[in-house]
């Protein structure tokens, strides 16, 4: 277990609407990411951080942001939320190697299943 | 281009089959080259990794690279009901954000 908790796991929401999604660690990582999931497309990634207030942009970031006050949470916000972005949002942490391989190895959150319409 | 390329799927194939999945890259300077597997509704995981060209073998699965061509594989022998999944490939470099393939759902019959 990564510990890794997404919320909500679930969200319906209208056009226009802005919508917060939370990913909390507990294992202290400096890296986390957003992925948005779609048939089709795999996974896409919208913002990562790499420390506390450090983040920036991934493949698909217009019409999100993302916060990172402290190093458990790491916030992803649809300003105005349209039905291009219905999907599932997965969280993932990277672990810092420590004397072993920077693989790159995600962990992931159980998702966030959001529905705009 | 994508930097990441691999077949959708999806695949079905019965019991006991090997099955091959693929992926091709555009980035030369990637060095490790994950595989994901994902059940329904779950998140990704990782399956294993190479480093560099060659094969590394896990049990049933083998995962091989070949830097010249770019291309990227997942072997699997026999397979079994329980590897009816999607399998996502993942090239990675330090320098590179983590980026993935699309997917491959993949389906074993019993």
């Known amino acids: 277990d990564a510990g890794i908790t997404q919320s909500p796991r679930h969200k319906v929401t209208e056009t226009g609407t802005p919508v917060t999604l939370r990913c909390h660690q507990t294992?202290?990582?400096?890296?986390m990411y957003w992925y948005r999931q779609d048939p089709g497309h795999g996974l896409r990634l919208i913002h990562y951080?790499?420390?506390?207030?450090?983040?920036d942009k991934g493949e698909v970031s217009d019409g999100y942001s993302v916060s990172r006050s402290k190093t458990e949470d790491f916030l992803l916000t649809l300003e105005s939320a349209t039905s291009s972005q219905t999907s599932v949002y997965f969280c993932?942490?990277?672990?810092?190697?420590?004397?072993?391989?920077?693989?790159?190895?995600?962990?992931f959150g159980e998702g966030s299943r959001l529905t705009v319409l | 281009q994508k930097e990441v390329e691999q077949d959708p799927g999806p695949l079905s194939v019965p019991e006991g089959a090997i099955v091959s999945l693929n992926c091709t890259y555009s980035?030369?300077?990637?060095?490790?080259f994950m595989w994901y597997r994902q059940y329904s509704r779950k998140g990704p995981e990782l399956l294993m990794y190479?480093?560099?060209?060659g094969n590394k073998e896990d049990g049933r699965f083998t995962a091989q690279v070949d830097k010249s061509s770019k291309y990227i594989s997942l072997f699997i022998r026999d397979s079994q009901p329980s590897d009816s999944a999607t399998y996502l490939c993942?090239?990675?470099?330090?320098?590179?954000?983590?980026?993935f393939g699309s997917g491959t759902r993949l389906s074993i019959r019993p």
């Open positions: 993932a942490i990277r672990s810092s190697p420590s004397g072993g391989a920077n693989t790159g190895e995600l962990f």
């Open positions: 294992e202290n990582h400096r890296y």
């Open positions: 951080s790499y420390g506390v207030k450090d983040t």
């Open positions: 980035n030369s300077a990637f060095q490790y």
């Open positions: 190479t480093y560099s060209s």
């Open positions: 993942a090239p990675y470099s330090s320098a590179s954000k983590i980026i």
